[in-house]
T-cell receptor, first 113, second 110 residues
Framework: NAGVTQTPKFQVLKTGQSMTLQCAQD?????MSWYRQDPGMGLRLIHY???????DQGEVPNGYNVSRSTTEDFPLRLLSAAPSQTSVYFC????????????FGSGTQLSVL | DAKTTQPNSMESNEEEPVHLPCNHS???????IHWYRQLPSQGPEYVIH???SNVNNRMASLAIAEDRKSSTLILHRATLRDAAVYYC???????????FGTGTRLQVFP
């Protein structure tokens, strides 16, 4: 199993550009989520999904879109990048269940100039 | 959403036990207490979780208060590799929105 795979690992954007951060898992996990982590800060939840076709907002959803067309993939879209979106983005997944652990990807470091 | 409160930072010497506290006074009866840690420049990783009883695994122990309003992650002998940010979160019936917060930054000195 590859686990949770995030691509790209690094990305530099100009203000106003759009892009999609990819997240894929091969563990048949229903639950997937996106977090951002600013330097020296904790993790903040952006969006999450409890299954294909179902998404919901987290703590900081503005400026980001998600969709969940398959169980495996949960892409995060930045429609018009802003410098405030410079951050490290982590994707996580798990089996649905209150006693199930989250598996995290290795992160995408995004800089918006 | 049920929230957790942790100290911002803690320090320990190598090979000493470390007790990392977490308060969760609004915990519901179905909420599991989960702990994760994040090593420098890495994604978070699972450490341990529990519901009511104390739990042990190869990484750590979890002590849960009888009223479940607080818990403590115990590292029995801290090593330099345990230096990380430790997060306590709740996961249960009403907590698909998993909020991590700022965690506790543990420094381990040789």
């Amino acid at each position: 199993n590859a686990g949770v795979t995030q691509t790209p690992k690094f990305q530099v954007l100009k203000t106003g550009q759009s892009m999609t951060l990819q997240c894929a898992q091969d563990m048949n996990h229903e639950y997937m989520s996106w977090y951002r982590q600013d330097p020296g800060m904790g993790l903040r939840l952006i969006h999450y999904s409890v299954g294909a076709g179902i998404t919901d907002q987290g703590e900081v959803p503005n400026g980001y879109n998600v969709s969940r067309s398959t169980t495996e993939d949960f892409p995060l879209r930045l429609l018009s990048a802003a410098p405030s979106q410079t951050s490290v983005y982590f994707c996580a997944s798990s089996v649905m269940g209150w006693n199930e652990k989250l598996f995290f990807g290795s992160g995408t470091q995004l800089s918006v100039l | 959403d049920a929230k957790t409160t942790q100290p911002n930072s803690m320090e320990s010497n190598e090979e000493e036990p470390v007790h990392l506290p977490c308060n969760h006074s609004t915990i519901s009866g179905t909420d599991y207490i989960h702990w994760y840690r994040q090593l420098p420049s890495q994604g978070p990783e699972y450490v341990i979780h529990g519901l009511t009883s104390n739990v042990n695994n190869r990484m750590a122990s979890l002590a849960i208060a009888e009223d479940r309003k607080s818990s403590t992650l115990i590292l029995h002998r801290a090593t330099l590799r345990d230096a990380a940010v430790y997060y306590c979160i709740l996961r249960g019936q009403n907590t698909d929105k998993l909020i991590f917060g700022t965690g506790t930054r543990l420094q381990v000195f040789p």
